[in-house]
């Protein structure tokens, strides 16, 4: 001991110096660092937690962005759609107007075709009820006259003639 001595250490206040560095470590051990690694810990897990729940978010948001994408792929082709639909009514509407036009044009010819022939069939019929007068008229003046047949030929143009230019002036 008396070694020890000669450096200048002094043995009981050695003792005394390691059985205080001792107890302040299991001291500083049980009140700080055993806390201090609790609250480590702790902040470990919280950043672990919300790396976790920010990786959750992003999923979400990436599910999220890919069903908008799906909704808005699935509103264009429905827009197409209808855009289609919409074309073929009014292609539709438009050839049964086109259909209901051309009825209408034949249905107007038709009825013209008969207005002209009820016209025709009138003007045949004057034209023969004229006629009958003419001829009446004609037979009731050769009836008169007695004249020869040339005279009578010439009575029958002559008012023929006349009845002709009544007719045109009319």
Do not use: W
Not at 58 to 67: I, Q
Not at 125 to 140: G, M, Q
Request: a negative charge.
């Amino acid at each position: 001991m008396e070694g020890i001595t000669q450096l200048g250490i002094n043995l009981p206040a050695l003792i005394t110096q390691v059985i205080s560095f001792v107890i302040l470590l299991l001291v500083l051990t049980k009140l700080l660092y055993k806390p201090m690694l609790k609250i480590l810990d702790e902040r470990s897990e919280k950043v672990k937690s919300s790396l976790e729940m920010a990786e959750e978010a992003r999923k979400e948001a990436e599910t999220a962005r890919s069903e908008m994408q799906e909704e808005i792929k699935a509103a264009k082709i429905e827009g197409n759609e209808t855009v289609l639909k919409a074309k073929n009514v009014a292609e539709k509407q438009g050839e049964e107007a086109l259909a209901k036009a051309k009825t209408q044009i034949e249905n107007e010819r038709v009825k013209a075709r008969e207005d002209i022939q009820q016209e025709r069939d009138a003007a045949i019929a004057d034209l023969k009820n004229h006629f009958s007068d003419l001829v009446l008229n004609a037979t009731e003046n050769l009836m008169r006259q007695n004249i020869d047949a040339q005279k009578d030929k010439k009575v029958i143009d002559k008012i023929l003639n006349e009845e002709l230019s009544k007719l045109n002036n009319n």
